[in-house]
Protein backbone atom coordinates (compact mmCIF):
# COMPACT_ATOMS: atom_id res chain seq x y z
CA UNK A 1 0.00 0.00 0.00
CA UNK A 2 1.21 3.07 -1.05
CA UNK A 3 0.15 7.13 0.65
CA UNK A 4 0.65 9.69 -1.49
CA UNK A 5 -0.26 13.33 0.26
CA UNK A 6 0.12 16.77 -1.34
CA UNK A 7 0.22 20.11 0.45
CA UNK A 8 0.96 23.65 0.22
CA UNK A 9 -2.40 24.78 -2.06
CA UNK A 10 -4.23 28.14 -1.94
CA UNK A 11 -5.21 31.12 -2.93
CA UNK A 12 -2.73 33.69 -4.76
CA UNK A 13 -3.03 36.57 -6.29
CA UNK A 14 -2.06 36.64 -9.94
CA UNK A 15 1.64 37.18 -10.39
CA UNK A 16 2.40 35.25 -6.69
CA UNK A 17 4.09 32.18 -6.25
CA UNK A 18 3.22 28.64 -4.45
CA UNK A 19 5.19 25.81 -3.45
CA UNK A 20 3.49 22.31 -3.80
CA UNK A 21 4.93 19.35 -1.64
CA UNK A 22 3.88 15.99 -2.73
CA UNK A 23 5.26 13.50 0.07
CA UNK A 24 4.64 8.94 -0.75
CA UNK A 25 4.80 6.57 1.49
CA UNK A 26 4.27 3.15 2.73
CA UNK A 27 5.26 -0.07 0.59
CA UNK A 28 7.58 1.55 -1.63
CA UNK A 29 10.30 -0.27 -3.41
CA UNK A 30 11.51 2.44 -5.93
CA UNK A 31 9.91 5.05 -7.48
CA UNK A 32 10.52 5.95 -11.18
CA UNK A 33 8.93 8.81 -12.04
CA UNK A 34 6.92 11.62 -10.31
CA UNK A 35 4.74 14.04 -11.91
CA UNK A 36 2.13 17.16 -10.77
CA UNK A 37 -1.17 17.35 -12.98
CA UNK A 38 -4.20 19.40 -12.89
CA UNK A 39 -7.38 19.46 -13.16
CA UNK A 40 -9.58 22.85 -13.69
CA UNK A 41 -13.82 22.61 -13.30
CA UNK A 42 -15.12 21.33 -16.48
CA UNK A 43 -11.88 20.53 -17.81
CA UNK A 44 -9.96 17.00 -18.57
CA UNK A 45 -7.20 16.03 -16.22
CA UNK A 46 -3.72 17.44 -17.60
CA UNK A 47 0.18 17.11 -17.62
CA UNK A 48 2.07 19.58 -15.56
CA UNK A 49 5.03 18.16 -14.71
CA UNK A 50 7.62 14.79 -14.28
CA UNK A 51 10.55 14.20 -13.34
CA UNK A 52 12.52 10.98 -13.02
CA UNK A 53 14.66 9.29 -10.55
CA UNK A 54 17.67 10.38 -12.54
CA UNK A 55 16.42 14.38 -12.27
CA UNK A 56 15.32 14.61 -15.84
CA UNK A 57 12.20 17.00 -16.35
CA UNK A 58 9.58 17.59 -18.60
CA UNK A 59 7.02 20.16 -18.80
CA UNK A 60 4.07 21.05 -19.81
CA UNK A 61 3.98 24.13 -22.67
CA UNK A 62 1.72 26.42 -20.89
CA UNK A 63 4.15 26.27 -17.31
CA UNK A 64 7.53 25.85 -19.06
CA UNK A 65 9.61 28.80 -18.03
CA UNK A 66 7.35 29.18 -14.69
CA UNK A 67 7.36 25.96 -12.87
CA UNK A 68 10.20 24.52 -11.57
CA UNK A 69 9.65 20.59 -10.21
CA UNK A 70 12.36 18.90 -8.01
CA UNK A 71 12.51 15.75 -5.77
CA UNK A 72 14.38 14.51 -2.71
CA UNK A 73 14.62 10.77 -3.26
CA UNK A 74 15.69 10.37 0.26
CA UNK A 75 11.83 11.79 1.47
CA UNK A 76 10.05 10.36 -1.51
CA UNK A 77 8.94 13.68 -1.88
CA UNK A 78 8.60 16.00 -5.03
CA UNK A 79 8.37 19.58 -5.26
CA UNK A 80 6.49 22.05 -7.79
CA UNK A 81 7.75 25.47 -7.33
CA UNK A 82 4.98 27.56 -9.08
CA UNK A 83 5.81 30.94 -10.26
CA UNK A 84 4.02 34.18 -12.18
CA UNK A 85 0.60 32.27 -11.69
CA UNK A 86 -1.72 33.06 -14.07
CA UNK A 87 -5.58 33.30 -13.37
CA UNK A 88 -5.42 29.67 -16.41
CA UNK A 89 -3.35 27.88 -13.60
CA UNK A 90 -6.82 27.59 -11.05
CA UNK A 91 -7.02 23.72 -10.60
CA UNK A 92 -6.88 21.26 -8.69
CA UNK A 93 -2.72 19.74 -8.55
CA UNK A 94 -2.61 16.11 -8.44
CA UNK A 95 0.80 13.90 -7.58
CA UNK A 96 1.12 10.89 -9.50
CA UNK A 97 3.99 8.78 -8.20
CA UNK A 98 5.15 5.63 -10.43
CA UNK A 99 6.80 2.48 -9.48
CA UNK A 100 5.67 -0.64 -10.97
CA UNK A 101 1.90 1.22 -10.18
CA UNK A 102 1.32 4.94 -10.84
CA UNK A 103 -0.38 5.67 -7.14
CA UNK A 104 -2.45 9.46 -6.93
CA UNK A 105 -2.92 11.91 -4.27
CA UNK A 106 -6.29 13.27 -3.60
CA UNK A 107 -5.59 16.68 -4.72
CA UNK A 108 -4.78 20.38 -3.67
CA UNK A 109 -6.91 23.05 -5.14
CA UNK A 110 -4.86 26.18 -6.19
CA UNK A 111 -6.90 29.50 -7.22
CA UNK A 112 -5.63 32.26 -8.42
CA UNK A 113 -7.01 35.34 -8.70
CA UNK A 114 -6.87 38.18 -11.21
Known amino acids: QVQVVESGGGLVQAGGSLRLSCAAS????????MAWYRQAPGKQREFVAR???????TYAGSVKGRFTISRDNAKNTVYLQMNSLKPEDTAVYYC????????WGQGTQVTVSS
Open 96 to 103: QVATQTAY
Open 26 to 33: GSIFSINV
Open 51 to 57: ITIGGET
